[in-house]
């Protein structure tokens, strides 16, 4: 089992970054796909990116390709999520997400209910 503390959110400037971090309490990151996601409120949770367990291999839902961009360091046992160019439509609450399984089924890391372990959540706001 690993608990997952996200930090890091804020409200920031459109145009501006941010890097949402989650920290691993337990076992090592390497020992789980990995992915963040968010929800708006009164929307639907929606997959933002994730990192495959072994190959450290990267999905990303395609309207964020390019602004958006997951990471880890091992040593900090610590996921990240480099936002870029932000927009008012990007203020939701944002969580990570870990799962033991590993498979090469690229459906699996988009589907939110795959994944065992969440982060409790980190508010980001971006005014206009």
């Known amino acids: 089992q690993v608990q997952l503390v996200d930090s890091g959110g804020a409200l920031v400037q459109a145009g501006g970054p941010l890097r949402p971090s989650c920290a691993a309490l337990?076992?090592?990151?390497?020992?789980?796909?990995l992915a963040w996601s968010r929800q708006a409120p009164g929307k639907e949770r929606d997959f933002l990116a994730a990192i495959r367990r072994g190959d450290g291999t990267t999905y990303y839902t395609d309207s964020l390709k390019g602004r958006f961009t997951i990471s880890t360091d091992i040593a900090k046992n610590t996921v990240y999520l480099q936002m870029n160019s932000l927009k008012p439509e990007d203020t939701a609450v944002y969580y990570c997400a870990a799962d033991p399984r590993m498979t090469y089924s690229t459906t699996y890391y988009y589907q939110a209910g795959n994944y065992a372990y969440w982060g409790q959540g980190t508010q980001v706001t971006v005014s206009a």
């Open positions: 337990g076992p090592p990151f390497s020992s789980f796909a």
